[in-house]
C-alpha cells in the first residue's frame, strides 16, 4: 500500500518532487496538491493523477492526505508545519524550515507536546553519496580531529530577484546543515567577509561573499559564496584533520583528451547535481511513513539551527563584525 501524500507548493521544486514521488520514489502516492496559484496546482497535480484542493489547510485537513511534503516559498512553512504537527500528520518541509528562529521553536515546542519527532527538513546534501563519504571517514576516525573546513559554492548566475541576504539565507544555508552534520557540533560564531564585488552582474548584488564560523570546539570553518562565476555550478568541501583530510569528490565525469589537453566538464545545474541525493532524501522519508517510524534526516533543531546561524550571518554581513551564536538548550526530543 503506497503513503497517500498531499504536496503544498507546485513551483519549481514542488513538481519535481511530485514527479520524483509518482515515477521514482516506491510505496507513495501524490493524492492532493495545492497552490496559491490554482492553475499551476492543476497542470502539476494533474500529472500525478492528484486532486487539487484550493488551500494548504484543506489539504493538511483532508482525510485521504496521510502525509504532506511542503514545498511552498519559505515565509509559508512555519504556520503549515504547524498545522501538521497539529493535524498528527508527518511533514517535510523543504528548507528553509522557517524564517523566523521563534517560529523554529514553536515548531519544536508542538512537535514535544506531540511526543515524537513529525517532521524532516529538506537539507538533502546529506543524502549525497559523496557528502556520505566524507561523513563515514571522518565518523572512522581516518583524518583523525577535524580542524579547519573549506567550502565553495558556486553557481554560473543568479537571477536578478537573488539578493545580497540570500548568500547566507538561501545558498551557504546548505553548507551549514552540512558542516554542522559532518562535524557533529554547533557552530559558535560567524563573521561574514565581502571581497571586491563582481562587476558581472547586478549592481545591487554583494557577491562573491565569505563566511567564517568557528564550531564550539574551536575548528574554523570558511565558506565562499559566488553566485555569479560565470562558468557553471561548484560544490566543493574539504575538512582537514589532525591526521589527514579528506575532500568532497567532484561528480563523475569523463575526462577528454584532445588537442594538447586533458578536459572535465563543470555541471551548469544545480539540479543535475543533487537529483540522486534528493532521490535517497525522499524515498528514506516515505519507507520511514510508511513504517509509521520517525524520521532519520535533518530535524526541526536542525531547521531551527540553521535559520540562528543565517541570521547570524546576514547580521555580520551589516555589521562586518564577528556576530557569537547562541542556539539555546537543545531539546531531548532532538538528542
Ligand atoms: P517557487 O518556484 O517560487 O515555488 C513556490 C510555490 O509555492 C509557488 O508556486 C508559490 O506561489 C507557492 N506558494 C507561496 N505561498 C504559498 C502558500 N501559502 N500556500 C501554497 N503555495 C504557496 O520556489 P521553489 O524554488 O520551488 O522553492 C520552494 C521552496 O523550496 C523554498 O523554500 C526553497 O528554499 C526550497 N528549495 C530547496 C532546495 C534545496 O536545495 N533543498 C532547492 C530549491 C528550492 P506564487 O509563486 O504564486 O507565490
Not at 484550493?54 to 504532506?68: C, H, N, Q, R, S
Not at 563519504?133 to 537571477?159: S, W
Request: net charge negative.
Amino acid at each position: 500500500m503506497s503513503i497517500r501524500i498531499g504536496v503544498i507548493g507546485t513551483g519549481w521544486i514542488g513538481e519535481q518532487h511530485v514527479h520524483r514521488l509518482t515515477n521514482v520514489i516506491a510505496g507513495a502516492e501524490v493524492v492532493a496538491v495545492s497552490d496559491i496559484d490554482l492553475e499551476l496546482a492543476a497542470k502539476v497535480g494533474a500529472s500525478a493523477g492528484a486532486r487539487v484542493v484550493d488551500t494548504a489547510e484543506k489539504l493538511i485537513g483532508d482525510p485521504e492526505v496521510e502525509a504532506v511534503v511542503v514545498t511552498s516559498w519559505g515565509p509559508a512553512h512555519a504556520e503549515q508545519v504547524l498545522a501538521c504537527i497539529e493535524a498528527g500528520k508527518p511533514v517535510f518541509c523543504e528548507k528553509p524550515l522557517t524564517t523566523d528562529a521563534a517560529d523554529g521553536r514553536r515548531i519544536m515546542d508542538a512537535e514535544q507536546a506531540f511526543g515524537r519527532r513529525l517532521v524532516q527538513v529538506g537539507f538533502m546534501r546529506r543524502y549525497d553519496a559523496g557528502y556520505r563519504q566524507m561523513k563515514r571517514v571522518i565518523d572512522e576516525g581516518g583524518i583523525g580531529t577535524p580542524l579547519i573546513a573549506h567550502c565553495v559554492h558556486r553557481n554560473a548566475a543568479v537571477r536578478e530577484s537573488y539578493t545580497t541576504e540570500m548568500a547566507a539565507k538561501d545558498s551557504a544555508v546548505h553548507e551549514v546543515d552540512a558542516l554542522r552534520w559532518l562535524l557533529g557540533e554547533e557552530f559558535a560564531s560567524v563573521q561574514t567577509v565581502l571581497p571586491r564585488r563582481t562587476a558581472k552582474r547586478f549592481e545591487h548584488l554583494r557577491d562573491p561573499q565569505i563566511f567564517l564560523f568557528e564550531t564550539a570546539s574551536g575548528a574554523r570553518v570558511d565558506v565562499e559564496v559566488f553566485v555569479n562565476c560565470q562558468y557553471g555550478y561548484d560544490i566543493q568541501c574539504e575538512i582537514v584533520g589532525e591526521e589527514g583530510a579528506v575532500r568532497l569528490p567532484d561528480p563523475a565525469a569523463p575526462a577528454v583528451r584532445a588537442a594538447g589537453r586533458v578536459s572535465v566538464p563543470v555541471l551548469h545545474e544545480f539540479g543535475d547535481r543533487f537529483t540522486d541525493a534528493f532521490d535517497v532524501e525522499l524515498q528514506e522519508w516515505v519507507g520511514r511513513v510508511a513504517a509509521d517510524e520517525v524520521p532519520l534526516g535533518p530535524s526541526s533543531w536542525d531547521g531551527y539551527a540553521a535559520t540562528v546561524v543565517t541570521d547570524a550571518a546576514v547580521q555580520s554581513l551589516h555589521s562586518g563584525v564577528i556576530v557569537p551564536i547562541d542556539l539555546g538548550e537543545r531539546p531531548a526530543l532532538y538528542a
